[in-house]
């Protein structure tokens, strides 16, 4: 029979626009929050972190807003360029375990 | 630093084979992990040691995966028999667990074709 893949969310923004790439975590015991950005063929490579005691954090052109309430993530990156385009993960940590999104593919336009 | 180095890059066997799979950890981390990523299932743990002890495998597939880390210089990742269905990239990871942050730093990824 026909194999069905994994279908990862799309998001296709302008070139100079912001991004917003939003997850769902699952486990509210969860305390550490990474984003990490995979582009193709290479290994995930660490964006931004979080802790739970945060709601906010800030990097180089990315933020991420936590809402633990309804346990949301969310990454905002500024000025999209074109070397953004990337499948970006999520991931959450309790204890030693991290749990990762399926991700998100973010496909810049010109 | 050179970061977490894995080898081979590229492996290709045909079913049945053995298969072993190489990472080196970044110098002065204390947990390793070994990630299985495919289409089909995305990015799965597999394994993940801490000063050098499995910790939890509760990932692994099944009895023919098996990982070992004799020091904390190296660990393995073996396949035996391997099978098609075992087709993916396979990441390593490492960490210090016990810092304020635990972020985990991966090395390029094997990616294994079982014919």
């Known amino acids: 029979g026909e194999s069905v893949g994994l279908h990862l969310p799309t998001l296709s923004v302008q070139e100079g626009d912001n991004s917003i790439i939003n997850c769902a975590y699952s486990n509210s015991a969860s305390d550490y929050f990474i984003w990490y950005k995979q582009e193709s063929g290479k290994g995930p490579q660490f964006i931004i972190d979080i802790r739970s005691n945060m709601d906010k954090r800030q990097g180089q052109r990315v933020t991420v807003l936590l809402n633990k309430t309804v346990k949301h993530l969310s990454l905002q990156i500024a000025a999209t360029q074109p070397g953004d385009s990337a499948v970006y993960f999520c991931a959450e940590n309790y204890g030693q375990n991290f749990v990762f999104g399926p991700g998100t593919r973010l496909s810049v336009l010109p | 630093d050179a970061g977490v180095i894995q080898s081979p890059r590229h492996e290709v066997t045909e079913m049945g084979q053995e298969v072993t799979l190489r990472c080196k950890p970044i110098?002065?981390?204390?947990?390793l992990f070994w990630y299985r990523q495919t289409m089909m299932r995305g990015l799965e743990l597999l394994i993940y040691?801490?000063?050098?002890?499995?910790?939890?495998d509760s990932g692994m597939p099944e009895d023919r995966f098996s990982a070992k880390m004799p020091n904390a210089s190296f660990s393995t990742l073996k396949i035996q028999p391997s099978e098609p269905r075992d087709s993916a990239v396979y990441f390593c990871?490492?960490?210090?667990?016990?810092?304020?942050?635990?972020?985990?730093?991966f090395g390029p990824g094997t990616r294994l074709t079982v014919l």
């Open positions: 110098s002065g981390h204390n947990s």
């Open positions: 040691f801490n000063n050098n002890v499995p910790i939890d």
């Open positions: 990871a490492s960490s210090f667990w016990g810092s304020s942050y635990n972020e985990q730093f």
